[in-house]
């Protein structure tokens, strides 16, 4: 497997060592080996790119003409958005999503809109985990995290709203960048929890996400290889590490080691009570704001949801206000109790997921050690380059302060190289 | 001009003393005899809406049947939705956005779309304000305001952004309700600012807002008659008091002093200097995030934009990120210092507008003290009652500490009572 290095291929661009259309072409050479068993696509179009990829000027911008990929819960205005939901079958929305404006303006080719699990939700996908054929990629962003995986794309837009980029690029084996909350706007994608609803960037190593993230939005991320002098890295388990298979907790403290030998002051961190109280928080907003988000789908297409989802649904509707309002206040006590925790700390590290990904397709995989950080909105990487003794990528989970995503990401760089792959 | 009472109007329907065809009757006598004049609404489905009355069971229902505007802003489905733009005539969205669905499930008829300003922001509408036709009647949520001033709705939805629902409801003499940030969800309108877009109500007095409010989002928010006892509040002129007309500063001496007499301790208050200078934020925050919001019709659909706001967004675009971000931090510190000032006080008094409707119709009028509490997200509401020595309405806009709406409401409740009409 070759990944694409997004941030190696435009320094190419920029210089002239290639071409948008070179690049583009050794996108489609990959496409087409990987993407029939693979099935990160929910819409391709190539001929679009190679005309959009030949226009004057590209190279000059940050992104070069380096292919993108838009998760299909993200609407385009050339490329079909059907948001994984037979309702939405051949959906052409108008605009943009502002992401996919910036992505563009910024000179990214947006190639194809990748597999999104329905509406981004639970129900797995057609798509494979390149890593291994027979495994779940995880969700919500399965064709993100998959294309980048197989070497198809350099750079792929995904969202998350419980644990739907840094469980998918963990099960593939790849970096899954979550950025503080409305880094990137969140403006044009269907909205499951306006609350949570986070979007969120997948490339090869830490660098290429922080290069794409400086690209898009214009801001001072672009770290390279720059990394975090001596950081102070709190080991959070959580109260749910019970949950953690032994390969997590081995990837874990792996990681943990790696870092200390890389100058590191490492140490083990319990979370004060009124975090660990607020994880039970963050699926009384989703679903609460679910149940408004999808009200006119379940009063006019209820049929034309999956039964899981409209189940789901169902029951959020149930959920009074007073509980979300409760649930909204111990989100706010906790993002300003993390901000103490920060005092501290200059990054936690913690579990991606329970374990590598799952064997066959009945589940995506679970979002309980990544629920608490969406909700806070602070900074989330997941970190690629451990393994199951049989191969299976594991990731690890980089936390930062809101706002401060460069230090996370400089942090998450020292994590990556001191991990050998 | 006979304005419709919500919560009674309700409260008959309930009762079985009126139906809701018959209250659709009336609203459809008054829309026969002012619309001509008013212009509020900007497209109107009375058959619809005779249908709708019909239907079984409404009337057990919170709102009883009656009678709703929409802000042409905000999607629904079975109406045209044009967002006050040319480039989106005819539009038919495919989805009621939630505020729409939780109305028509609590028992809203959605009987209109009631004229926005273009996509909401400053070029004036052609509503005309039906206390004063050569007046304005505000923006951007003209329509909404003109609509319950002219007894042609007991209830209209509208939204702010920075004045957007005080500022018309100052103008045209009736309640404007802007809860606090995301009480009632923003989704499903077309965005101009997601961290400042509010949905808000208009209506005859403040418990009709108060009444509709509950209704909509299962909040205990009804408070009917009932009023604060003996709220501390503070008279807050701001640094802009010396914009504010002669009229303007009499309407809230008058205020203050009417709430005196009815118990109410009443002092001046000057806001710390953290959130005078807040009050600078907004428009950065607001014009950073439309220049995104709308990326895609400055791209592709620009001389389809009003000059005014074309050359408004392309100013826009040249904000840097930093300074956004800056804003962004500002605006945190400023809510967490209103958290210190509402330790002392129930709520603040202060102007609605620099003065009473504007003559003519080059402007929709000024936000300027408006934006700092939209910025804030802290529930404001436009007491009516007051007047010029002409007969122009001057609304007063009493402010609540976030997330205690019903406080606010019933401290304004005790205002209206307290100044005579």
């Not at 929910?42 to 190279?59: C, E, S, V, Y």
């Not at 911008?61 to 609407?75: N, Q, S």
């Not at 469980?167 to 929890?193: D, E, N, W």
């Not at 990487?381 to 706002?403: C, K």
Request: proline share 5%; hydrophobic share 45%.
């Amino acid at each position: 497997m070759t990944l694409l290095f997004a941030r190696d291929l435009a320094a190419d661009l920029h210089a002239g060592r290639t071409t948008p259309r070179a690049v583009l072409e050794q996108v489609a050479r990959a496409v087409g080996a990987r993407e029939s068993e693979v099935q990160a696509f929910a819409a391709l179009d190539l001929d679009r790119a190679r005309a959009a990829a030949d226009q004057a000027g590209l190279t000059a911008r940050a992104l070069a003409g380096l292919p993108v990929g838009v998760k299909d819960i993200i609407d385009t205005r050339d490329l079909p958005t059907a948001y994984g939901s037979a309702l939405y079958a051949g959906h052409r929305p108008r605009n943009d999503a502002p992401v996919v404006a910036m992505t563009r303006r910024a000179g990214g080719l947006v190639v194809g809109k990748t597999v999104t699990t329905e509406f981004a939700f639970l129900k797995p996908s057609q798509t494979r985990n390149p890593r291994r054929l027979t495994h779940s990629p995880g969700g919500s962003s399965a064709g993100s995290a998959a294309a980048v995986a197989a070497g198809m794309l350099p750079l792929a837009i995904g969202t998350q709203t419980a644990g739907s980029v840094i469980r998918p690029a963990a099960f593939c084996g790849v970096t899954g960048y979550k950025p503080t909350f409305r880094l990137l706007p969140t403006l044009g994608m269907k909205t499951f929890s306006w609350h949570l609803d986070t979007m969120g960037l997948f490339a090869a190593r830490v660098r290429d996400a922080a290069f794409a993230a400086a690209a898009i939005t214009g801001r001072d991320l672009d770290i390279g290889e720059e990394t975090a002098e001596r950081p102070r890295i709190g080991i959070v388990r959580t109260a749910r590490a019970g949950s953690a298979s032994a390969e997590a907790h081995a990837a874990l403290d792996a990681a943990a080691r790696a870092a200390e030998a890389r100058g590191a002051r490492v140490f083990d961190l319990d979370l004060p009570e009124e975090l660990e109280a607020a994880d039970a928080a963050q699926p009384i907003i989703q679903d609460f704001e679910a149940a408004l988000a999808f009200a006119d789908e379940l009063a006019y297409d209820r049929a034309g949801l999956s039964p899981l989802l409209a189940a789901h649904l169902d029951a959020a509707t149930q959920i009074a206000p007073d509980t979300y309002d409760q649930a909204r206040r111990t989100a706010k006590r906790a993002r300003q109790k993390l901000g103490d925790v920060f005092g501290e700390v200059d990054a936690l590290l913690t579990f991606s997921a329970p374990g590598p990904a799952p064997e066959g397709f009945a589940t995506t995989g679970s979002a309980m050690f990544c629920r608490l950080w969406t909700l806070l909105g602070c900074p989330a990487i997941n970190i690629a380059g451990l393994e199951t003794a049989d191969g299976l990528p594991v990731g690890v989970q980089l936390v930062g302060r809101f706002g401060r995503d460069r230090q996370a990401l400089a942090v998450a760089n020292l994590l990556e190289s001191a991990i050998s792959r």
